[in-house]
């Protein structure tokens, strides 16, 4: 599969062109607001059981598409299987969120594995073969990691916090230690990703859920920095991968994410300044977003408005149209039901 394969809406956007019709997908779009996931995920019994299973991961993937004929499918996984796969303790409490064993001091970071055990995720790989043979041709694959970044702020405090401050915390008081972390993420991230798109994934995204709350010096150092690396190291193998980063929350830092990190698309937060969007992101790379998830759960003419907005600021560049960030679990069927259908009637 090539990455300009012109069957693929999001993948022509990736190389260049403007769709009248954006193509669309959501961040989370397999989850715990379809009643289908639901089902599976008990019969899975843990969330990890789930991800790594290749037919229920695959199966969970196509639940979305089958109900929405998204434009895009992501494979099921999580950005903590790279921690679990360096021999981390991941677990998933229900109702609680990730909760891992804390690299919260240089000596804990000294017994940190340089290479994770590849195995522990040749389910993911196999989920992604099976999605590939099912998907209809049209329809682009997506693979995926955490950026660096934000998958150390969950291996330092062991949990997610509010701030994230013990990660950032140790990045001032320790750098050296954290740095180490970091590389072994970006090494780690450039095989796994490589090894997704062997497995048949079309495009690659880099989550850094993170990124908006490090000051510049920092967000420079640890969101943009690590993520050209891993760039670069895909490209390195790969020279043709479609990339897309999100580094939520980095508002006016978007422009020098963009020029420092070679991807090809920005997924952007709905919080983003749209005429800054439009001259300096837009005019380079694609731009993926950027509905508040919480006007899909609001519904009704608010969630209407919401569309058209996005519409109107994005619309006449290249865009992918996607949530701000993830779909919350409450939200309902009907109100996506209701947000595609705008979206798919633009007329641009
Ligand atoms: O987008 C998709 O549908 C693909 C699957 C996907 C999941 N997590 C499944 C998941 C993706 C792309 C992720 C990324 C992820 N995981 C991020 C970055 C993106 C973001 O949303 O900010 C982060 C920070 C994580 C770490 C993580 N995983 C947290 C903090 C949690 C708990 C909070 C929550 O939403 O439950 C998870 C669990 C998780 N990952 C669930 C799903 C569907 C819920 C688990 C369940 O079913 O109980």
């Given at each position: 599969?090539?990455?300009?394969?012109?069957?693929?809406?999001?993948?022509?956007?990736?190389?260049?062109?403007?769709?009248?019709?954006?193509?669309?997908?959501?961040?989370?779009?397999?989850?715990?607001?379809?009643?289908?996931?639901?089902?599976?995920?008990?019969?899975?019994?843990?969330?990890?059981?789930?991800?790594?299973?290749?037919?229920?991961?695959?199966?969970?993937?196509?639940?979305?598409?089958?109900?929405?004929?998204?434009?895009?499918?992501?494979?099921?996984?999580?950005?903590?299987?790279?921690?679990?796969?360096?021999?981390?303790?991941?677990?998933?409490?229900?109702?609680?969120?990730?909760?891992?064993?804390?690299?919260?001091?240089?000596?804990?970071?000294?017994?940190?594995?340089?290479?994770?055990?590849?195995?522990?995720?040749?389910?993911?790989?196999?989920?992604?073969?099976?999605?590939?043979?099912?998907?209809?041709?049209?329809?682009?694959?997506?693979?995926?990691?955490?950026?660096?970044?934000?998958?150390?702020?969950?291996?330092?405090?062991?949990?997610?916090?509010?701030?994230?401050?013990?990660?950032?915390?140790?990045?001032?008081?320790?750098?050296e230690a954290f740095s180490k972390i970091i590389d072994v993420l970006v090494r780690n991230s450039v095989r796994y990703l490589l090894g997704q798109l062997a497995a048949g994934a079309d495009v690659l995204q880099i989550f850094d859920t993170w990124a908006g709350i490090l000051p510049p010096r920092e967000f420079l150092r640890w969101s943009i920095e690590p993520t050209r690396r891993i760039v670069e190291g895909v490209r390195?193998?790969?020279?043709?991968?479609?990339?897309?980063?999100?580094?939520?929350?980095?508002?006016?830092?978007?422009?020098?994410?963009?020029?420092?990190?070679?991807?090809?698309?920005?997924?952007?937060?709905?919080?983003?300044?749209?005429?800054?969007?439009?001259?300096?992101?837009?005019?380079?790379?694609?731009?993926?977003?950027?509905?508040?998830?919480?006007?899909?759960?609001?519904?009704?003419?608010?969630?209407?408005?919401?569309?058209?907005?996005?519409?109107?600021?994005?619309?006449?560049?290249?865009?992918?149209?996607?949530?701000?960030?993830?779909?919350?679990?409450?939200?309902?069927?009907?109100?996506?039901?209701?947000?595609?259908?705008?979206?798919?009637?633009?007329?641009?």
């Open positions: 599969m090539t990455p300009t394969d012109p069957t693929k809406p999001l993948l022509r956007v990736l190389a260049g062109d403007r769709m009248p019709v954006p193509p669309i997908w959501m961040m989370r779009q397999a989850g715990r607001y379809l009643p289908e996931y639901r089902e599976l995920r008990a019969k899975a019994g843990g969330f990890l059981e789930l991800c790594f299973t290749p037919e229920f991961a695959a199966e969970v993937t196509l639940q979305p598409i089958r109900r929405f004929n998204f434009d895009a499918a992501i494979i099921f996984s999580d950005i903590l299987v790279i921690p679990y796969a360096l021999g981390r303790e991941v677990r998933f409490e229900a109702g609680e969120g990730p909760r891992l064993d804390p690299l919260d001091t240089p000596a804990k970071v000294e017994t940190l594995a340089a290479q994770a055990d590849f195995g522990k995720l040749e389910p993911v790989y196999e989920a992604l073969r099976r999605v590939r043979r099912e998907l209809d041709p049209k329809i682009a694959l997506i693979g995926f990691c955490g950026a660096p970044w934000t998958v150390a702020t969950y291996m330092v405090a062991g949990q997610g916090t509010p701030d994230q401050a013990p990660a950032r915390m140790m990045a001032y008081a320790h750098p390195a193998k790969a020279p043709d991968a479609r990339i897309i980063g999100f580094p939520r929350g980095a508002g006016a830092q978007l422009p020098d994410y963009v020029q420092a990190t070679g991807v090809d698309a920005v997924s952007i937060d709905w919080a983003a300044e749209p005429s800054l969007i439009r001259e300096r992101v837009q005019a380079k790379v694609a731009v993926q977003g950027n509905l508040d998830p919480l006007a899909l759960i609001a519904g009704g003419a608010a969630l209407d408005q919401a569309v058209d907005d996005v519409l109107a600021n994005y619309g006449k560049g290249r865009l992918i149209f996607n949530l701000g960030h993830g779909i919350q679990p409450e939200t309902p069927i009907a109100h996506v039901e209701q947000m595609i259908k705008r979206v798919r009637a633009h007329k641009g």
